[in-house]
């Protein structure tokens, strides 16, 4: 399989160019193998219709966050669409990338789950760590404390 990254070498729009640079700079950083195809160039009519027509999301930029058509880049693994910018971005954040660009076999999501829900894990041991302190906290103000006001105003409401 081979991973495609559909580029525009003409783009007007400054996000636009600043997004090709990351995708292309973050795959080469993690040695991952890529051809680029550059819609603009002459004879890649083609090739442009292809992204146009199997691209499900937009690529929308702040200047256009709604555009006629799909703008780079946009990501595909042979003719399977990957996705924009955006999820590609998210997919890297989340360490999933290798899933994103259908590159990982299924026991690489085995382990991302697992890593997932120990996480998880570590994050309830941290809000029951958290529960214990408040009740010592409890423990350690004085029965007479904030309580007596509302049981002052409890009293008077019954007299």
Do not use: W
């Amino acid at each position: 399989m081979v991973l495609k990254v559909y580029v525009s070498g003409m783009s007007g729009n400054k996000e636009v160019k600043k997004r090709q640079q990351r995708v292309l700079m973050i795959l080469d950083s993690k040695n991952i193998q890529y051809d680029t195809v550059d819609i603009t160039e002459p004879g890649k009519e083609s090739e442009k219709e292809l992204m146009q027509n199997k691209s499900t999301s937009n690529g929308g930029t702040v200047s256009d966050p709604e555009p006629r058509h799909p703008l780079p880049p946009q990501i595909f693994n042979d003719e399977d669409y990957c996705g924009d910018y955006d999820a590609f971005d998210m997919a890297n954040e989340i360490d999933t990338l290798e899933v994103f660009l259908k590159l990982a076999p299924a026991d690489t999501t085995a382990v991302s789950t697992a890593q997932i829900e120990l996480k998880q894990e570590n994050g309830e041991a941290k809000k029951e760590e958290a529960e214990a302190e408040g009740e010592s906290e409890d423990k350690d103000k004085p029965e007479g404390g904030e309580g007596d006001t509302n049981g002052e105003t409890a009293e008077k409401a019954e007299v």
